[in-house]
T-cell receptor, first 117, second 114 residues
Framework: SQTIHQWPATLVQPVGSPLSLECTVEGTSNPNLYWYRQAAGRGLQLLFYSVGIGQISSEVPQNLSASRPQDRQFILSSKKLLLSDSGFYLC????????????????FGSGTRLTVV | KQEVTQIPAALSVPEGENLVLNCSFTDSAIYNLQWFRQDPGKGLTSLLLIQSSQREQTSGRLNASLDKSSGRSTLYIAASQPGDSATYLCAVRPWMDSSYKLIFGSGTRLLVRP
């Protein structure tokens, strides 16, 4: 079965420090991968998505970047964190099944609570 | 531009009640619609996925319907329990979007009182 791992679960970082959040997927190949952010009291905002190794698309301009060094690995990074980067970060995957088998929905990881102080 | 709205924003009911959560979307050109549950401080758990060609999906006490032409979906929860307390999110996948990204509503926060 497919599983998604996301770590760390909680992170407190000072302003100006670097960030690296990792997400890995098991049990599937060539998934679409996504990074979402959920700020306190707000909805889910798509930050980045990737349809293949090395292919990254950004939805909103920001202080963050993403990379996909391997098929099932997705990394969210920042060189210098800002206070506004605080939030709940969620990784997700989806996959297009073969014709006739339908499309799988999204599966989300357990999230990383980032607090920038 | 696709927009997803969920009403009500919050709901408090006594245990045992049947309830309906509403989701509406502005563009009927969707591939599918997915309902999620989010417990405080946790990730999203998928509840039901409805393809655009389907009218409803059922899982246990949950039933989700989809009326694509009117841009509406409802999540029906039968015989609610305190363990159902969570935020419920609906999301649509726009048609012909190569990223397969989801557009989320802002959620309905449900409290089931014992």
């Amino acid at each position: 079965s497919q599983t998604i791992h996301q770590w760390p679960a909680t992170l407190v970082q000072p302003v100006g420090s670097p960030l690296s959040l990792e997400c890995t997927v098991e049990g599937t190949s060539n998934p679409n991968l996504y990074w979402y952010r959920q700020a306190a009291g707000r909805g889910l905002q798509l930050l980045f998505y990737s349809v293949g190794i090395g292919q990254i698309s950004s939805e909103v301009p920001q202080n963050l970047s993403a990379s996909r060094p391997q098929d099932r690995q997705f990394i969210l990074s920042s060189k210098k964190l800002l206070l506004s980067d605080s939030g709940f970060y969620l990784c997700a995957w989806s996959i297009w099944a073969a014709l006739g088998r339908g499309n799988y929905g999204y599966t989300f990881g357990s999230g990383t609570r980032l607090t920038v102080v | 531009k696709q927009e997803v709205t969920q009403i009500p924003a919050a709901l408090s009911v006594p245990e045992g009640e049947n309830l309906v959560l509403n989701c509406s979307f502005t563009d009927s050109a969707i591939y599918n619609l997915q309902w999620f549950r989010q417990d405080p401080g946790k990730g999203l758990t998928s509840l039901l996925l409805i393809q655009s060609s389907q009218r409803e999906q059922t899982s246990g006490r949950l039933n989700a319907s989809l009326d694509k032409s009117s841009g509406r979906s409802t999540l029906y929860i039968a015989a609610s329990q305190p363990g159902d307390s969570a935020t419920y999110l609906c999301a649509v996948r726009p048609w012909m979007d190569s990223s397969y990204k989801l557009i989320f509503g802002s959620g309905t926060r449900l409290l089931v009182r014992p």
